[in-house]
């Protein structure tokens, strides 16, 4: 195919999102076949999945047919509009999740799941306040940047009331203090977590912490939602991240709440979310008005995208090849670790890595050159995005990916790490 890309020049009559106007950044951009995607001066490496969506690889033609077909059959309908795609895409999630789960509301993206899951839990608890990591993210909606304890929320703040950080998952922090927090609150009508904290840093619960915290809030009263926005949908080497985390949450006293999706769920190839509703909580609506939705939700392009990516999920086996490369990646992580005098620690699991580092900004910035002259896409977090000294390499391929193109492009960001100590 061939690549058609914007000339550069100094201004642009559209806004480069996260970055002052004048310092930006941009970064032309063509179609990529597989684990690759096309720039002005070739193919690039994506050990990023772009911003951690593209788990089916790029390119993909079928995800592409789909959307053209659905094009033709029905291209724009109302959010309660019933139509074959919609209902088979409700049921094929529902089947991914634990027993017990009836509903889906399906939504414009990742944000606005986690906003429409803070909105549901006010309904039906009618308590204002949320717990959350000040470790996460959860979006760039008011509701959902209010939640997260990225930099993102301190740029647009005062934000919405009744949120309660929380140091679980931080560094030097042993266990959790989310039990404790909820019985020195009051009026707290939902937990929000990430099963894995991906975006600022790979963060990993230590066994049995999802299953403690699972059961202070059926104690408490509270809902749990998790958010799997980022590790869902296979990158974690299970369906849902908490599935490889604390499996106990699968059971049916325990599963949680919410089930907040975006990104992966349609590999990027359209803009969709959604929110998969237990039946403890479904079942309030049924005499409650169900007070969400937007113009867009479950609009049939991304319905006919996110139906067709579940579908070439099973038929290539990328969950099982994300749990299959698991080893793969941390044994690579670990060679960084031994090579590199900046790589001080890595955790990881399925084909998601978090490497530390202890570069100073002017190294994170070598590092940078590094990758793009290597032509290599990977997340590279700075001491803000991380909250600690030296930033964080995170490690994100498309779960197509192969073990011997895995092992070079990680060696190859090994040699932009020293390259950029030197």
Not at 104 to 117: P, Q, Y
Not at 145 to 150: A, H
Not at 396 to 407: A, F, H, N, V
Request: glycine content about 10%.
């Amino acid at each position: 195919m061939e690549q058609m890309f914007v000339s550069d020049r100094s201004s642009w009559p559209f806004f480069m999102t996260w970055q002052s106007q004048s310092g930006a950044r941009p970064q032309a951009f063509g179609a990529g076949e597989g684990v690759h995607f096309e720039t002005p001066d070739g193919p690039v490496l994506d050990l990023g999945a772009l911003v951690y969506q593209v788990n089916v690889g790029h390119g993909h033609p079928r995800i592409v047919a789909a959307i053209k077909a659905q094009a033709d059959r029905l291209c724009v309908a109302p959010p309660n509009a019933v139509y074959p795609e919609k209902l088979a895409l409700a049921e094929a999630l529902l089947a991914k999740a634990p027993p017990g789960y009836t509903k889906v509301l399906l939504t414009l993206g990742g944000s606005d799941a986690n906003e429409n899951a803070l909105k549901i839990a006010r309904l039906v608890t009618s308590r204002y306040k949320s717990i959350a990591r000040y470790r996460s993210y959860h979006g760039a909606t008011l509701g959902a940047v209010s939640l997260s304890g990225d930099w993102r929320r301190a740029v647009v703040e005062p934000a919405l009331p009744g949120v309660v950080h929380v140091t679980d998952l931080d560094w030097g922090t042993e266990g959790t203090s989310i039990p404790r927090v909820l019985e020195l609150e009051e009026n707290v009508g939902a937990v929000f977590l990430e099963s894995v904290v991906g975006a600022n840093g790979v963060l990993i619960p230590s066994p049995g912490q999802l299953r403690e915290i699972r059961e202070a809030t059926l104690a408490h009263g509270a809902l749990l939602v998790m958010d799997e926005v980022l590790v869902g949908f296979g990158r974690l080497g299970t369906f849902f991240g908490f599935e490889r985390v604390e499996p106990s949450l699968y059971e049916p006293e325990f599963a949680p709440d919410l089930i907040t999706c975006g990104k992966a769920i349609t590999s990027g190839y359209a803009p969709l979310g959604a929110v998969l509703v237990h039946e403890r909580v479904a079942d309030a609506f049924e005499d409650k008005v169900f007070a969400c939705g937007l113009t867009h939700h479950a609009h049939p392009l991304g319905v006919a995208a996110a139906l067709e990516t579940l579908r070439v999920m099973d038929d290539e086996g990328l969950v099982q090849n994300a749990a299959t490369l698991e080893p793969v990646l941390l044994e690579e992580l670990d060679g960084l670790v031994e090579r590199c005098a900046s790589a001080t620690s890595r955790r990881s699991l399925g084909l998601l890595g978090g490497l530390d580092l202890t570069l100073d900004p002017a190294g994170l910035d070598r590092l940078r050159a590094g990758l793009k002259k290597r032509a290599i896409h990977v997340h590279v977090k700075g001491p803000k995005q991380v909250k600690r000294p030296g930033g964080a390499v995170v490690f994100s391929p498309p779960l197509c990916i192969d073990e011997d193109t895995l092992r070079d492009g990680v060696r190859q960001v090994g040699d932009a790490i020293a390259e950029a100590e030197a």
